[in-house]
Structure formats: C-alpha cells, structure tokens
Nanobody, 125 residues
C-alpha cells in the first residue's frame, strides 16, 4: 500500500512557474516508477510526465521543454517543476506510481497502482 500526497498547487500568471511535490509513504518508494497526470474540467485525464526508478524520464509533447520531473528516493518524494505556464495547463494535477516502472505513456493508466487526491493549478491573469 502506498499513500501519495500532492502539494504546491495554486494560482499563477501565464509565463510563471510552480513546483509541485508529492510525498509517498507506506512502501519502498525506490521500487516504483512515478508519474504526474492532470485533468482539466470537462476533459479526459492527460499524462504529463513519467520518471523511472533509475531517473529516466518521458514527457508529453505539450509540456516538453517547460516541465521537469525529478525524484528523491532518500526522501520518498517526486516533484514537477513547471515553467512558462500557459492557461491550458490549468488542471488538477495528480501524482501516481506503478510497480511496472514503465515510461510508456500508452500503458501508464493501466499499470498505475496508486494515485493521490490531486492539487489544483490555475494559470490565469
């Protein structure tokens, strides 16, 4: 069993930055692949970034070059640094994990084992 708690969301102006954090507890964090996905009102959930146990990463085209995912296995945390934010980045952001350690976007939602309750990011002037 893994508990995931996100933090760091809020209101930011277009072009601004936010850093989301996710604290994990309850199991061996380093054995899980981790990911962030988001869901905007009235839209399907969208995978944003994945990071493997070893630190390899994969990003959605919509955020590539603007977002950076990282993990600290010693602290059992995963972060998402979001720069050059756009109004279309507005969504609830969720932290998730999988024992499959995959970086393949098309399989993540099937492979996902646990996820948090989310943190709201609003990009607006």
């Amino acid at each position: 069993q893994v508990q995931l708690v996100e933090s760091g969301g809020g209101l930011v102006q277009p072009g601004g930055s936010l850093r989301l954090s996710c604290a994990a507890s309850g199991s061996i964090f380093s054995t899980y692949g981790m990911g962030w996905y988001r869901q905007a009102p009235g839209k399907q959930r969208e995978l944003v970034a994945l990071i493997s146990r070893s630190g390899s990463t994969n990003y959605a085209d919509s955020v590539k070059g603007r977002f950076t995912i990282s993990r600290d296995n010693a602290k059992s945390t995963v972060s998402l640094q979001m720069n050059s934010l756009k109004p279309e980045d507005t969504a609830v952001y969720y932290c998730s994990c999988s024992r499959m350690n995959t970086l393949v976007f098309t399989t993540w939602f099937i492979a996902m084992d646990y996820w948090g309750k989310g943190t709201l990011v609003t990009v607006s002037s």
